[in-house]
């Protein structure tokens, strides 16, 4: 089948995000300009280039009581940390997925201990087996069919990287040893529990 994408798919759900598969999950948090702690999930995320390393992730639509609040956040502080979700983590990512207000301590809200970042002021999530420290880089607004929506693409440049010690082995990250948990479209998530090498020609 063939889908326009600016009428109905015909279809039970809309199927665009199973297309683009498997995401990876950055667990976002940030500080809002009260101080607040703020934990999000996003996976329109991903790493954008190398050197310096760079992060994006895509904020869609509001929440109840008005923007999502890791955008603004991050916008008026400056800083943010993507962790890792390991698969035993699922249910408190999810958790943290509630819309709940810009008051609210996420980190609280799921049961979730906070360990303090190196360069940032946003804490990372303790339990997580990765921490990227980032900067605000900037924010590219994007269309939205609902106007009371901002769709936006937020930027980070990555200043700092932890990485959990038992999970290098030989110096390399073991990815096979965190089970990264990973979205799928619907409902749906998947476990990377397999990985090999390929190399590229010359
Ligand atoms: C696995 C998962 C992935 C998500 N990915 C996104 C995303 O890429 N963009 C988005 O706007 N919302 C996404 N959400 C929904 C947000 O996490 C949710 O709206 C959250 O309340 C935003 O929190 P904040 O207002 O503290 O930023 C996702 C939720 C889950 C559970």
Redesign the pocket.
């Known amino acids: 089948m063939f889908i326009k994408t600016d009428g109905p798919h015909g279809l039970p759900r809309n199927p665009f995000l199973s297309c683009i598969v498997p995401r990876p ?1 950055g667990w976002v948090s940030s500080l809002s300009a009260d101080g607040v702690f ?1 934990l ?6 991903n790493g954008v280039a190398n050197a310096p390393p760079m992060v994006m ?5 509001r ?1 109840p009581h008005g923007p ?3 955008v603004t956040n991050i916008e008026a502080t400056g800083e943010f940390v993507c962790n890792l979700v390991s698969e035993e983590l699922g249910e408190q ?2 958790a943290t ?3 709940v207000s810009s008051d609210t301590d ?1 980190f609280d809200l799921a049961g979730l201990e906070t360990e303090p970042s190196e360069l940032v002021k946003p804490p990372r999530v303790k339990a997580s087996p990765i921490h990227l420290e980032c900067t605000f880089h900037g924010t590219m607004e994007l269309p939205s069919n609902d106007p009371e929506a901002r769709n936006v693409i937020c930027v980070g440049r990555v200043i700092g990287i932890h990485i959990r010690d038992e999970v290098l082995k030989d110096g390399i990250i073991d990815i096979e040893s965190i089970r990264p948990l990973a ?1 799928l479209g619907y409902r749906d998530y998947t476990v990377i529990e397999k990985a090999y090498p390929m190399t590229r020609p010359k």
């Not at 992730?57 to 639509?61: D, K, M």
């Open positions: 999950i703020n999000a999930p996003y996976s329109f995320f992730f895509a904020s869609n639509g929440q999502k609040d890791s990512m999810n997925s509630a819309s996420e979205r």
